[in-house]
C-alpha cells in the first residue's frame, strides 16, 4: 500500500513538473514592413500604422491618419488648433507618443494611453496588434481593421 501511495506522488509529480522544463519559443519579428489601416474614416480621417523590423527590433513606426484626399492628419493646423484647446493634445503630439512605444520592441509592448488621445488610443493598440502579427508571419499584405463604435 505505501509502495502504491509512493508510485501515486511520483507519478503526479511527473505530470505536474513535466511541461516546466520545455522552452517556450519566443515568437519573433520577421523583418520588412507591415501596415495595419482601419477600413472606415471616422470623423474625416482614417488611422493607419505602419512599421519596419530590422534584424527583429521595430526600427521605425508611422502612426497617423489620412482623409480621402490623402491628406495627413498630424499636418491640419487647423485640427490641432481646435482639438488642443479641447482635450489638450492634438494629432501630432499623439500620433508620435503612441508610434515611440513600439520603435526599438522586439515583441509588443503593453501600451500607454494619452489623456485627451483615449479613442485613438484603443485604435493604436488594435493596428500595433495586427502589424506585430503580420511580421510575425512574415506577410507584408496590409491588414484591413474594423472600426470600433466609441464614443469620443
Not at 511580421?135 to 464614443?151: H, K, R
Amino acid at each position: 500500500m505505501r509502495q502504491c501511495k509512493i508510485a501515486f506522488v511520483v507519478a503526479a509529480c511527473v505530470i505536474l513538473l513535466g511541461g516546466c522544463g520545455k522552452n517556450q519559443e519566443k515568437t519573433v519579428l520577421q523583418d520588412g514592413t507591415f501596415t495595419a489601416q482601419m477600413m472606415e474614416y471616422s470623423h474625416g480621417w482614417r488611422e493607419f500604422l505602419t512599421i519596419t523590423v530590422k534584424n527583429g527590433v521595430i526600427v521605425t513606426a508611422e502612426y497617423n491618419a489620412e482623409n480621402s484626399a490623402g491628406f495627413i492628419k498630424s499636418w491640419d493646423n487647423g485640427y490641432m488648433k481646435n482639438m488642443k484647446s479641447v482635450t489638450g493634445t492634438y494629432p501630432n503630439e499623439y500620433t508620435r507618443f503612441y508610434a515611440s512605444q513600439l520603435k526599438g520592441m522586439s515583441e509588443l509592448p503593453e501600451i500607454d494611453g494619452l489623456t485627451g488621445a483615449t479613442s485613438s488610443g484603443g485604435n493604436f493598440m488594435r493596428l500595433s496588434e495586427a502589424v506585430v502579427n503580420k511580421s510575425t508571419q512574415g506577410d507584408t499584405s496590409i491588414a484591413w481593421l474594423e472600426s470600433l463604435e466609441q464614443e469620443e
